[in-house]
């Protein structure tokens, strides 16, 4: 049974950093890309970043770019995303998930499985 475990969430003021961590168990996790989604309340899922199953290529949101970076471990079976400089229209709960192949992806459909969530709120 795959699981996805994310940590890491909170409250924080806007300019600040948060660094979000997803624990993955039951799957090979080095034969696969991880991605970072989000969604805000009243809003869609949204993709936010996505790591190659070597780390090798990352894709970021244009959103997030430059002030994010995705990266993982292998030999851990984790996937992190360093959050800084946050705005307040990051808040959402972010979500980590498998990708169906090893390559980085945008299209939420193109994961497999997901984790449960963490809540990310940044006040201004």
């Known amino acids: 049974q795959v699981q996805l475990v994310e940590s890491g969430g909170g409250l924080v003021q806007a300019g600040g950093s948060l660094s979000l961590s997803c624990a993955a168990s039951g799957r090979t996790f080095s034969n696969y890309a991880m991605g970072w989604f989000r969604q805000a309340p009243g809003k869609e899922r949204e993709f936010v970043s996505s790591?190659?199953?070597?780390?090798?290529?990352?894709e970021y949101a244009e959103s997030v770019k430059g002030r994010f970076i995705i990266s993982r471990d292998n030999s851990k079976n984790t996937v992190s995303l360093q959050m800084n400089s946050l705005k307040p229209e990051d808040t959402a709960v972010y979500y980590c998930?498998?990708?169906?192949?090893?390559?980085?992806?945008?299209?939420?459909?193109?994961?497999?499985?997901w984790g449960q969530g963490t809540q990310v709120t940044v006040s201004s």
């Open positions: 998930a498998i990708g169906r192949g090893p390559w980085t992806y945008n299209n939420p459909r193109l994961y497999d499985y």
């Open positions: 790591i190659s199953w070597n780390g090798g290529r990352t």
